[in-house]
């Protein structure tokens, strides 16, 4: 697959897992492991059910923009040999 696409497609899939983690479910044990989590939790008889979610790691401390998430995809593209061009379309 990876022979067929091009850096700046890979730039944005790369992009796109740092925001929502890895993509392939493999390496995806952070859900396995917060629904053990919850369900022992829940078990435990506490007072507030938990939720997977509440054991799932925090991929960013906080949500980037759309222009700094471009920023890191034209860094990556660049990092990986590719190029950008920017283009202007006329009015």
């Excluded at 730039?11 to 492991?33: H, Q, V």
Aim: proline letters at 2%; aromatic letters at 8%.
């Amino acid at each position: 697959m990876l022979a067929n696409i091009s850096s700046r497609e890979l730039s944005e899939w790369m992009a796109y897992e740092k925001i929502t983690g890895p993509l392939d479910e493999r390496l995806r044990g952070d859900i396995s492991a917060g629904i053990i989590a919850a369900t022992v939790s829940n078990s435990a008889g506490g007072k507030r059910k938990a939720k997977v979610s509440d054991f799932l790691p925090t991929w960013f401390r906080r949500r980037k923009t759309a222009e700094e998430i471009w920023q890191d995809v034209i860094k990556a593209n660049t990092a990986l040999g590719g190029h950008y061009r920017r283009t202007y379309e006329s009015s």
